[in-house]
C-alpha cells in the first residue's frame, strides 16, 4: 500500500504521521487508527497497511510526540522490566482527554484537506488505549467522529468525571467495542454500564467478547490470537463499511 510520511501541526506542537492509501485512484473514507500503550511502530505499519487495502485511507498518528524522538517498546518485555514498565507507563500519562482532543482536531482538519480522503466525518479504531481514545473521540467530537471501534480497550468506564462512557449522549457515530475476556481493564460489569449508556443514548452499537487475552489484535503483543484477530478485522470492517460513506 502507499504510505506517505508527514506531520500534523497541532496546539501543543508537531505530530508525526503516516498516511496509507490503497492502491488505484482515490478518494477513499479516512480513519484514523491509534496505537496501543507500545506507540507506534512497524506492527502498526503493517496494521494501517492492511486496513487501508479495505478501501480507507488510513492516518497514524505518534500519539507520543510530546516527548521528542522516544525509543520504541519491545512489548514482549515493556511491562515486564522494571525501568521499562515505568517508562511506558508515564507514557500513558502523556495521553490526556484534554491533550488527544486537541490531537484528534488538527488530525481530522488534517484528513479533511488530503486528496485522497472523502467526505467530512471519519471513522476512529484503536487498541487497548487506543480503544479508549476511539469512544472519547466519539463522544467529545460527535461532528467528526462517523464510526468508532475499539479493541481490548481499557479504561472505557471509569469513576472519573472524564470516562467516556459518561458521553454516550452525545455520541452520533456508530460504535463497536470488541472486549477481551478476563481483562480487568474493561470487565463484564464495565461492559454493563456501558451498553446501558449506548442503549439509553439511542447510540448504534455492539458489545462482544473475544475469547482471547488482552491485546488479542496486535501481533506483536504476547497475548496475540490468530483467531481473534481475524474476527476483529472481520468486525472493524463491518463497521466501517456500514458507517463510511
Known amino acids: 500500500m502507499p504510505k506517505i510520511t508527514d506531520h500534523v501541526t ?3 506542537g ?3 504521521v503516516r498516511l496509507f492509501t490503497p492502491d488505484g485512484t482515490g478518494p477513499w473514507p479516512g480513519v484514523i487508527m491509534f496505537p496501543d500503550a507500545g506507540g507506534v511502530r512497524d506492527t502498526f505499519d503493517q496494521m494501517a497497511a492492511k486496513l487501508a487495502a479495505f478501501g480507507y485511507t488510513v492516518l497514524l498518528p505518534d500519539v507520543y510526540y510530546r516527548e521528542g524522538d522516544w525509543t520504541p517498546f519491545d512489548m514482549a518485555t515493556a511491562f515486564g522490566e522494571a525501568n521499562e514498565r515505568a517508562r511506558i507507563m508515564f507514557m500513558i500519562g502523556t495521553v490526556t482527554p484534554d491533550r488527544i482532543t486537541r490531537d484528534a482536531a488538527a488530525l481530522f482538519d488534517y484528513l479533511a484537506g488530503r486528496p485522497e480522503v472523502s467526505g467530512e466525518r471519519f471513522g476512529v479504531c484503536g487498541y487497548c488505549m487506543g480503544g479508549r481514545i ?3 473521540l466519539a463522544g467529545r467530537l460527535p461532528d467528526r ?3 468508532a471501534a475499539s479493541f481490548h480497550g481499557g479504561g472505557l468506564v471509569t469513576d472519573n468525571p472524564d470516562s467516556p462512557h459518561l458521553l454516550a449522549d452525545r455520541i452520533s457515530a456508530k460504535v463497536y467495542i470488541g472486549g477481551a ?3 480487568p481493564s474493561f470487565t463484564a460489569d464495565h461492559a454493563e454500564q456501558l451498553e446501558k ?9 455492539r458489545i462482544e467478547w473475544y475469547q482471547a487475552a488482552h491485546g488479542f489484535a496486535v501481533p506483536d503483543n504476547p497475548p496475540y490470537d490468530e483467531a481473534a484477530d481475524k474476527r476483529h478485522w472481520a468486525a472493524l470492517t463491518e463497521t466501517f463499511n456500514a458507517a463510511l460513506a
Open 197 to 205: 449508556a449506548l442503549t439509553a443514548a439511542g447510540v448504534d452499537h
Open 181 to 183: 475476556e478476563n481483562d
Open 14 to 16: 508537531t505530530c508525526n
Open 134 to 136: 476511539s469512544v472519547l
Open 10 to 12: 497541532t496546539a501543543d
Open 145 to 147: 467522529v462517523a464510526a
